[in-house]
């Protein structure tokens, strides 16, 4: 496996897993893969990436670094001598793990098209090879692919600045999408998932559209703090960026704000966020100048206090989940001091409740809609905390409260299907293996199976979004 020696070099491409259908062809340099032209084209861009320029350059300049001990060497003959190095060297090779990710993309969905055309333009462009050496990268690929009709500029005019991936395809994206400034936090929305939605944030966003007026946007933000999002600092997340604009619509100062999403507040989310923007306006109105050790623990304690149903032992010895232990908690008549007193007490003896963030890895899905022909819609809604699933534990009586730990280290995704007439009421739990993308199985009430008409919500669902379904179905 390696380059052939010849006037031009090439990569050469070993496949043991296709075996039957892949074969080497030296004098085009190139990868067929029979019965399906997309895959040849795929291959084929692979093998015209520019590398030889890139090794040359890394061989002139690990012998550049000899300048220092020989004054006398000069750089024209280096370069003259990494230039026959760099041609009898062997070049970068794409292992098989590599080419059947690429084979996959390229063969899969309505996008196929779009995204063998990226492929190729990509590979033509030359110093943007790192672009193709990374699966989260392809993968955000294949989504750039999937908003073709969203394309303001052709990528033949894209003239690549640099050589990291990450911004690389920040640099590609703004450039097909971007008509107007976008923070540079909402580029990890192609990363995060392959949810549609978050996907026309960005796009939206980039072609002029405020962001208080977005479908579905995770928080309801006004003008003003949409106004702050936007020029939140590049450093920023996602959500640190909206927490930027919502305390800067007040006035924040940058030092409170850099302390508050060092908190849970700056990672996450939260249910109630109307309630969660009053306790920000709160900490900065009677502290701006807490630290982040101390902004920490008070998030932590009106957390506990208002909403943690924590797990412990009733007088039986029996464990059951409580109910928080103050869920009318309100700041009215606080004062930062009286607070802070209880949060500072409350941490002495318990500490921090919640060891491991808050939510595991979204599974996203394309589309987690499915219309029934009787008219009736239906949503599944990945279950995201240790909360969530005990809770759908306890009502569907069954045991997916004890798929914590699989959920944490992304071995499992578990969804709730529902009637969006009828929200937070389940019918069905479903357990997809995020690795195979495989339903392998799924719960009514006590363990049942799914009627036929449940069946056929969830097959359309699979369809939708790429995921195979039990065989008995």
Request: proline residues 3%.
């Amino acid at each position: 496996m390696g380059a052939t020696r010849n006037k031009k070099p090439s990569i050469r491409f070993e496949l043991l897993s296709f075996t039957k259908t892949a074969v080497f062809v030296p004098p085009s340099y190139c990868l067929f893969v029979s019965k399906n032209s997309l895959k040849k084209m795929s291959i084929m861009a692979l093998s015209k990436l520019k590398l030889k320029k890139i090794r040359e350059e890394q061989i002139l300049q690990n012998y550049q670094n000899t300048l220092k001990k020989n004054k006398n060497t000069h750089v024209k003959s280096l370069r003259k001598v990494a230039k026959q190095h760099a041609k009898n060297s062997v070049l970068p090779v794409y292992t098989n793990e590599r080419v059947n990710k690429l084979v996959t993309l390229m063969s899969s969905g309505s996008h196929r098209k779009e995204f063998s055309e990226i492929i190729n333009l990509i590979a033509q462009k030359g110093k943007t090879e790192a672009l193709l050496q990374e699966d989260y990268i392809l993968d955000a690929l294949s989504c750039v692919a999937k908003e073709h009709s969203f394309f303001i500029r052709t990528i033949e005019d894209w003239k690549p600045k640099g050589r990291n991936s990450e911004k690389l395809f920040a640099d590609l994206v703004r450039h097909l999408f971007v008509k107007y400034d976008i923070p540079a936090c909402m580029t990890s929305l192609w990363f995060d998932s392959e949810n549609k939605l978050s996907r026309s944030w960005f796009i939206d966003v980039g072609q002029g559209k405020n962001t208080s007026k977005l479908n579905h946007f995770p928080t309801i933000l006004t003008k003003k703090e949409a106004h702050y999002f936007t020029k939140a600092p590049s450093k920023f997340t996602f959500i640190a960026a909206i927490r930027y604009g919502q305390v800067k619509a007040i006035g924040g100062t940058t030092g409170f704000i850099n302390n508050l999403v060092q908190t849970d507040l700056g990672k996450y989310l939260y249910p109630k966020e109307g309630f969660w923007k009053e306790v920000i306006a709160f900490l900065f109105r009677n502290n701006p100048t807490a630290t982040a050790h101390q902004l920490d623990i008070v998030v932590e304690y009106i957390w506990t206090q208002k909403f943690a149903r924590l797990w412990g032992q009733n007088t039986k010895g029996q464990v059951v989940q409580k109910n928080p232990s103050d869920p009318n908690f309100d700041l009215k008549g606080r004062t930062w001091d009286s607070l802070w007193k209880k949060a500072f007490e409350w941490f002495k003896v318990v500490g921090f409740s919640r060891q491991t963030p808050q939510e595991w890895a979204h599974f996203m899905m394309e589309d987690n809609y499915v219309r029934a022909k009787t008219g009736q819609c239906f949503v599944f809604q990945q279950l995201l905390t240790k909360q969530e699933l005990f809770e759908e534990g306890k009502n569907m009586n069954h045991c997916v409260g004890s798929y914590v730990s699989d959920c944490k280290n992304s071995k499992s995704a578990i969804f709730s299907m529902q009637n969006v007439l009828s929200r937070n009421n389940s019918l069905v739990t479903i357990e997809v293996d995020p690795k195979t993308r495989k339903i392998v199985q799924t719960s009514r009430r006590f363990n049942h199976f799914p009627s036929d008409f449940e069946k056929e919500i969830i097959k359309e669902w699979a369809k939708q979004n790429d995921l195979k379904v039990p065989s008995y179905y």
